[in-house]
């Protein structure tokens, strides 16, 4: 590291977060909870806008963390074919769906998955759109690590995957997909840990079919300690994004 750029890092102040754990909770619940942060953080750049003494009130952002029932959600330029379920079926398989306002195309979310949805001023972070992602993806890189396990990224692919630079045994262990609206960032990450994977048979994950998903759990062999991976991906959020976290 440069002299210019360490100086930079030990300067720019941290980014303040505040952290929420939804626990185990509903697709809409949450949602609906990540709009009332993002919808106050808007109003604030909005008032800025037109006074500028209102600068100093930034309000806080936000790390939500969730563990959703069994939904799978497509984003707004996601093709439907890649639900490969009809309505009566997921029904019967209890598994909601909700077709949504993110980038990315269908992914699932149930139990044993971190959901985590970083509702970030990224202007505050003076990054772009496609830094941040970079960013989210870097995060999970460097957890996936902590367990020996080599993560990268796809070309072509969001996430973060295994083997990406082989054919045919490419997998994604997290899928991101994000919405932003004048720099404030919405939806986030889903890491499998000990997620049940079946459920990914029944959709062409991101869009792919050609590609498999795979978790901590099945590429160690056994369950993992979900607290414990939830809290690695608290520190390396700090890290990588210059966060104080509260």
């Known amino acids: 590291m440069g002299f210019c750029e360490e100086n930079m890092k030990k300067t720019?102040?941290?980014?303040?977060?505040?952290?929420?754990?939804?626990?185990?909770?509903?697709?809409k619940e949450a949602w609906d909870f990540q709009i009332n942060v993002f919808d106050e953080i808007i109003s604030?750049?909005?008032s800025v806008e037109s006074d500028v003494s209102q600068e100093k009130k930034?309000?806080?952002?936000?790390?939500?963390?969730?563990?959703?029932?069994?939904?799978?959600?497509?984003g707004k330029n996601g093709a439907e074919n890649n639900m490969?379920?009809?309505?009566?079926?997921?029904?019967?398989?209890?598994?909601?769906?909700?077709?949504?306002?993110?980038?990315?195309?269908i992914t699932y979310h149930g139990p044993g998955q971190i959901v985590c949805y970083p509702i970030f001023n990224i202007d505050a972070l003076n990054i772009g759109l496609k830094?941040?992602?970079?960013?989210l993806e870097e995060t999970v890189i460097g957890v996936v690590e902590k367990y020996g396990l080599k993560a990268s990224r796809l070309k072509g692919g969001t996430g973060v995957w295994l083997d990406s630079d082989v054919e045919k045994k490419a997998r994604k262990i997290c899928a991101i997909g994000v919405k932003a609206s004048r720099f404030v960032t919405m939806h986030g990450l889903a890491f499998n840990v000990n997620t049940n994977l079946e459920y990914f048979n029944f959709i062409n994950p991101c869009g792919f079919t050609d590609k498999g998903v795979?978790?901590?759990?099945?590429?160690?062999?056994?369950?993992?300690?979900?607290?414990?991976?939830k809290k690695n991906v608290v520190e390396?959020?700090?890290?990588?994004?210059?966060?104080?976290?509260f």
């Not at 901590?216 to 991976?229: F, V």
């Open 12 to 27: 720019t102040p941290k980014y303040k977060v505040k952290l929420y754990d939804l626990g185990v909770c509903g697709f």
């Open 44 to 46: 604030w750049k909005k």
């Open 58 to 74: 930034q309000p806080p952002g936000a790390l939500i963390f969730v563990e959703h029932l069994h939904v799978y959600t497509l």
């Open 84 to 105: 490969l379920l009809n309505a009566t079926q997921m029904k019967a398989a209890g598994v909601s769906f909700y077709r949504i306002d993110r980038g990315g195309d």
């Open 131 to 135: 830094e941040y992602i970079y960013k």
């Open 214 to 229: 795979t978790s901590l759990e099945n590429e160690l062999g056994k369950r993992q300690d979900l607290d414990e991976a």
């Open 236 to 245: 390396k959020l700090k890290e990588v994004f210059n966060l104080e976290i």
